[in-house]
């Protein structure tokens, strides 16, 4: 299993978004434990009231795949205002099994989004992860559209197979983290947390 990390204040980031956006800036850090029933609000909201993210959370937050310092949070104003976790899953690969991590979920405060700050948070948390952690990838699935912009990349071109046939090949995508090998392959299988609460595949 890759280490674990340290103190997560460590982990706090301060930027500022461009000019196009607020002028307030945007705080990048680990959740702490006592905010998780904020956050779960948070992405439930996001996600139009559904409530099947905060069950998702609850099981992610009560399992293995779950990594306190790679839930972060983004605060605005001193506010917490968008959230996304990174868990731990396997990749089942030819020779052997390899840890990696997961990105979801993802969300900002409804009233919040598209003014930059899923994008600012999206990026500064890669950052964090590609400066602390061991595994070689990061996995999602979802709109390319989106996430190409942070540097993921259609998986399947590269080797991987998608988790489900529910995950539709363009939307299942990998970031190379600085562990990443060439010859890397292999199936991603999602934590349980994933399948119980029947959360794997777009819909
Ligand atoms: C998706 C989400 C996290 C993006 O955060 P955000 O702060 O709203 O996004 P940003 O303002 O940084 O915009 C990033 C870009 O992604 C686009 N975008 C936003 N939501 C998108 C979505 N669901 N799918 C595709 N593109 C999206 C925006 O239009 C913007 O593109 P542009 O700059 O070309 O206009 C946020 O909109 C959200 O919480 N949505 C509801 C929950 C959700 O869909 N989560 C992701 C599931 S994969």
């Known amino acids: 299993m890759a280490g674990r990390l340290g103190n997560t204040s460590a982990f706090a980031v301060l930027i500022r978004q461009t000019p196009s956006m607020s002028e ?30 905060g069950v998702l959370l609850d099981a992610l937050r009560a399992s293995w795949a779950w990594v306190p310092e790679l839930s972060f949070v983004a605060e605005r104003d001193g506010e917490i205002c968008a959230h996304v976790s990174f868990t731990r899953a396997i990749l089942d690969a030819p020779e052997r099994l390899v840890d ?26 890669l950052t964090i992860v590609e400066s602390t952690r061991t595994e070689p990838a990061v996995f999602l699935e ?9 540097g993921f ?19 299942f995508q990998v970031f190379r983290l600085s562990a990443f090998d060439e010859s890397l392959r292999g199936t991603l299988v999602y934590p349980d947390a994933f399948w119980r609460t029947d959360s794997v595949g777009l819909r």
């Open 100 to 125: 990696v991590l997961v990105l979801s979920p993802v969300g900002v405060l409804p009233e919040l989004q598209h003014q930059g700050i899923g994008s600012t948070m999206i990026t500064q948390a």
């Open 153 to 171: 990349e259609p998986a399947c071109a590269i080797g991987f197979r998608r988790p489900s046939l529910r995950t539709p090949e363009p939307a």
């Open 24 to 53: 307030s800036a945007v705080n990048v850090r680990s959740m702490r434990d006592d905010e998780f029933e904020l956050v779960r609000a948070l992405e439930v909201a996001a996600f139009g009231d559904d409530e099947s993210i």
């Open 142 to 150: 979802g709109n390319p559209l989106l996430y190409t912009r942070f």
